[in-house]
T-cell receptor
């Protein structure tokens, strides 16, 4: 069975500092990996995805993520955090090998960026 | 148009009421999804439609009844709900659901449902 772990319930960072939101995965076969962000009372917004190719993936709003196969990780990063980045972040994984495979979400990490 | 729209934004209903949630997309996506999300929790998949056919039903109670009238529209009919069904209901769409290249899901803003 596939799974995603987000080990931190909350990440606190000061505006202007770099941020990292952690994600590790467990799948059979090669994974499709995604990051989504959810602002209060809103739906999920797609940030970026890893399918294949370069391990460093660049996405929306200055976010990027690094795929590390040996550590089975897909951490979300941003060089300089903004207060407006404060939101709930979800890592998700799909198993490429199966048929009607589903999108498995991590539990979510709340990012709080202080002024 | 890269938007998934959902109506209504908010819905309050009694346990004996019948109501419907509506979702629409005009991106040509052939897969559409219903999720249920409790506060500060990840979305839980309820149903998946692929090419207007129900492909996945994640053991959802029969008081939730999905319908896909056409490739752009997805409904969720609600009847005799319980207070624990109160949640944010999210609709999503994507280009593919099975095999091949998987594309990201686009989510609507959700319907906030309160069952009294």
């Amino acid at each position: 069975a596939q799974s995603v772990a987000q080990p931190e319930d909350q990440v606190n960072v000061a505006e202007g500092n770099p941020l990292t939101v952690k994600c590790t995965y467990s799948v059979s076969g090669n994974p499709y990996l995604f990051w989504y962000v959810q602002y209060p009372n809103r739906g999920l917004q797609f940030l970026l995805k890893y399918i294949t190719g370069d391990n460093l993936v660049k996405g929306s709003y200055g976010f990027e993520a690094e795929f590390n196969k040996s550590q089975t990780s897909f951490h979300l990063k941003k060089p300089s955090a903004l207060v407006s980045d404060s939101a709930l972040y979800f890592c998700a994984v799909r198993d490429r090998g199966s048929g009607y495979s589903t999108l498995t979400f991590g539990k979510g990490t709340m990012l709080l960026v202080s002024p | 148009d890269t938007e998934v729209t959902q109506t209504p934004k908010h819905l309050v209903m009694g346990m004996t009421n019948k109501k419907s949630l509506k979702c629409e997309q005009h991106m040509g996506h052939r897969a559409m999804y219903w999720y249920k999300q409790k506060a500060k929790k990840p979305p839980e998949l309820m149903f998946v439609y692929s090419y207007e056919k129900l492909s996945i039903n994640e053991s959802v109670p029969s008081r939730f009844s999905p319908e896909c009238p056409n490739s752009s529209l997805l409904n969720l009919h609600l009847h005799a709900l319980q207070p624990e069904d109160s949640a944010l209901y999210l609709c999503a769409s994507s280009q593919e659901v099975s095999g091949g290249t998987y594309n990201e899901q686009f989510f609507g803003p959700g319907t906030r449902l309160t069952v009294l």
